[in-house]
């Protein structure tokens, strides 16, 4: 795997040689952590009350419009993270401000999905009326617990060049789903308006 040299000065931890890699304890913290905000988003979500609605927007027609908006919103934010991280990791031309790019656009997605979670979790619950919505539910906690640990992991040192990749790869996998089976069925359904 080639790694932009630069990668370590625009934010990006850089690959450790073989001798100075940390025991795989370490990464251990990380998981506990995405398991724990999984759980603890599931676990919400199952034993609140839904309130049917949590928020809603001027020229929106209904709270699921604006979910579906802001979640695709955060889609398009989560697809200029994969492009800018390829850039980054030299696998695609890019320019010097990629790594600005990948870090301002992953903020952005997450901004706009917190409103999102939150429409879910307050207004909706943890449901598992359908195949759809279950998987909805799941993936969307686990969606936020492994963002969680994507986080802690890039405050690491001597990660192996592997793990950012992979985690940021998943993260972003898992998130398209929950995109699938909630905005991208509410167009499909109801029609792509406001």
């Given at each position: 795997m080639t790694v932009d040299p630069n990668a370590a000065t625009q934010?990006?931890?850089t690959p450790s040689p073989a001798h100075g890699r940390p025991h795989p304890a370490r990464y251990l913290v990380p998981a506990l952590v995405a398991a724990a905000v999984a759980l603890a988003l599931g676990a919400y979500g199952k034993v609140h009350d839904p309130a049917g609605t949590a928020f809603n927007l001027a020229g929106f027609s209904s709270t699921g419009a604006v979910k579906s908006w802001l979640a695709t919103a955060a889609f398009a934010f989560a697809?200029?993270?994969v492009v800018s991280a390829l850039m980054v990791y030299g696998r695609l031309p890019g320019p010097g401000w990629s790594g600005a790019l990948h870090r301002w656009s992953g903020r952005a997605a997450f901004l706009v999905s917190v409103p999102v979670a939150v429409h879910c979790l307050y207004a909706l619950g943890y449901q598992t009326y359908e195949t759809r919505v279950l998987w909805h539910s799941l993936l969307g906690c686990f969606f936020f617990g492994?963002?969680?640990?994507?986080?802690?992991?890039?405050r690491s040192?001597?990660?192996p060049s592997w793990l950012l990749p992979i985690v940021g790869g998943l993260v972003f996998a898992v998130f398209t789903i929950v995109w699938l089976t909630s905005a991208l069925w509410f167009f499909r359904?109801?029609?792509v308006t406001t």
């Open positions: 934010g990006f931890p697809l200029v993270q492994a963002f969680s640990a994507k986080m802690l992991l890039l040192e001597r990660l359904t109801f029609g």
